[in-house]
């Protein structure tokens, strides 16, 4: 079992950054892909990003590319998401999840995920 907590959601004016962060207990977080996803009030929830076990290997959404980055420090149980250049359509939950599996699109191949850390831009 892995538990993930999200913090540092909050209010952000459009143009601005925000980094949300991700901790894991349980089961050391070293062993899952770990990603992020979003979810929008009446949207379904969608990927934003993903990261390989050691951290070499990401994967974006192409709607976040270029402003958000995601990282991870395996040693603090921790995985990150820096995000730049915000604007409303980025106003969601955030949510981590870790997956074992290859696939990292799709929300159903995750194992664990976290309650979620509310992000909202400002216009």
């Known amino acids: 079992q892995v538990q993930l907590v999200e913090s540092g959601g909050g209010l952000v004016q459009a143009g601005g950054s925000l980094r949300v962060s991700c901790t894991a207990s349980?089961?050391?977080?070293?062993?899952?892909?770990m990603g992020w996803f979003r979810q929008a009030p009446g949207k379904e929830r969608e990927f934003v990003a993903a990261?390989?076990?050691?951290?070499?290997?990401?994967y974006y959404a192409d709607s976040v590319k270029g402003r958000f980055t995601i990282s991870r420090d395996n040693i603090k149980n921790a995985v990150y998401l820096q995000m730049d250049s915000l604007t409303p359509e980025d106003t969601a939950v955030y949510y981590c999840?870790?997956?074992?599996?290859?696939?990292?699109?799709?929300?159903?191949?995750?194992?664990?995920w976290g309650q979620g850390t509310q992000v909202t831009v400002s216009s």
């Open positions: 999840a870790a997956s074992s599996l290859r696939a990292v699109v799709t929300p159903r191949t995750y194992d664990y």
């Open positions: 349980g089961r050391t977080m070293d062993l899952y892909t």
């Open positions: 990261i390989r076990r050691i951290g070499i290997v990401t």
